[in-house]
């Protein structure tokens, strides 16, 4: 039997669950060395997520907690109407019981919650054409424009005088309402030569909220966008799959 301490339970949630729990139902947190961390893939697979938070454990080398419903785990812990719970690592389930609440959430066998097969350090290690940030005020306005540009799925990035654009719109349909917002004033590295698409419905999966600011690195060649930023004491990297034109 081990222990994992969640200090701020609030912060933890927010901050770090449903983030994950964005993406995918399931996953795999994995516990090593006082960190949690979580490599989770969107359904279609077009958004992987790293989430990694500090925890307070005395758990010994490496630790994979298969959780088979993150959502659920979420409204346990909600339930609670404490901000620190001392939770309990069994054999096949997390337990808690402090004398006025008391649950146990079981968890899967090893190889049944399967993680994404790709190594989000190399994809963090290549050559980027461009590099830029966005403010998370930029992105709500942005997303505030879906309710006029409904018709598309798509969300295109380009350059334009020095500025980098978000525009909601489809280029491959005639006729189709857009909209687009500068999001960020300045960029570094090459210009954005052809407007790089993502599935806009994917894109809204990410939480940005209480981000302040995200740093986003594009690779034009191999059409992968990585956006890393902090949410509290977690930190989350997502690497993007752009659309084929």
């Known amino acids: 039997m081990a222990y994992l301490k969640v200090k701020n339970k ?146 295109y990035f380009y350059e334009e005088e020095g500025k980098i654009f978000g525009e909601l719109g489809d280029k491959t349909r005639h006729n189709t309402d857009n909209f687009v917002c500068n999001i960020s004033s300045e960029y570094i590295g090459k210009q954005i030569e052809k407007p790089l698409p993502v599935n806009f419905e994917s894109f809204r999966l990410l939480s940005f909220n209480g981000s302040g600011e995200i740093e986003f690195k594009i690779n034009t060649q191999m059409g992968v966008m990585t956006c890393s930023f902090s949410k509290g004491e977690v930190n989350l990297i997502y690497v993007i799959s752009a659309l084929i034109n």
């Open 10 to 155: 609030k912060d933890y949630i927010s901050n770090f669950l449903s983030p994950v729990s964005n993406l995918n139902d399931s996953c795999i947190l994995k516990i090593r060395d006082n960190k949690m961390v979580c490599v989770i893939a969107s359904n279609d697979a077009t958004i992987i997520c790293k989430a990694e938070t500090d925890i307070e454990t005395d758990i010994n080398g490496e630790v994979n907690l298969n959780i088979p419903d993150i959502k659920k785990l979420i409204r346990v812990l909600e339930i609670l109407s404490v901000q620190e719970v001392d939770l309990k690592l069994n054999n096949n389930n997390l337990s808690f019981n402090n004398g006025e609440y008391k649950f146990k959430y079981h968890l899967l066998d090893d190889g049944i919650v399967k993680e994404p097969a790709i190594n989000i350090e190399k994809v963090n290690q290549l050559q980027f054409d461009t590099e830029f940030k966005v403010k998370e005020s930029n992105f709500s306005t942005l997303f505030k424009g879906s309710s006029f540009a409904s018709e598309t799925s798509k969300l």
